[in-house]
């Protein structure tokens, strides 16, 4: 029976300590709503950091996605660009017409300089990851994500 006595007065101890620790968050919650208008208020600012640090995670993830299915168009775009511009100029060449050259063709051009700038970014950013020699803009962006992570 002593030990339900322990047990008893632990339970009340506890039960004290938490009505007391109730009572003082009441009352800070009451004093920081006075002091602090609703935006500044500490603990509110320490819930919304929470929170952005749990949404960061996943807008991390989204920029991951974005970034790779941009390089995805630029690959796909370059593919259909260079073998339009090859048929093209075999085109002209059956037709007997002059070939223009690249530097005639400003939207090419203007769309290698774009290219060759989305290069020098991803590049970069993968300083010291990249493998010597290596081109591979793909891989090089593989590369700068798994190294983000």
Not at 16 to 29: E, F, P
Not at 122 to 131: N, P
Request: proline share 3%; charged share 25%.
């Amino acid at each position: 029976m002593e030990s339900h006595q322990a047990v008893d007065g632990l339970l009340f101890l506890f039960s004290k300590a938490n009505r007391d620790l109730s009572m003082v968050h009441h009352k800070l919650r009451e004093e920081f709503h006075q002091l602090y208008p609703d935006n500044a208020n500490p603990m509110n600012l320490v819930g919304r950091l929470k929170k952005i640090e749990g949404e960061m995670s996943s807008l991390k993830n989204q920029c991951r996605e974005l970034l790779a299915a941009k390089q995805d168009l630029i690959d796909k775009a370059r593919t259909v660009l260079v073998g339009n511009k090859a048929l093209l100029q075999r085109l002209q060449v059956s037709a007997g017409v002059p070939m223009a050259c690249d530097d005639d063709d400003l939207s090419y051009e203007n769309f290698n300089q774009i290219i060759d700038e989305w290069t020098v970014q991803v590049r970069a950013k993968t300083e010291g990851v990249e493998e010597p020699g290596s081109n591979n803009i793909n891989q090089l962006l593989f590369s700068a994500i798994v190294r983000d992570n």
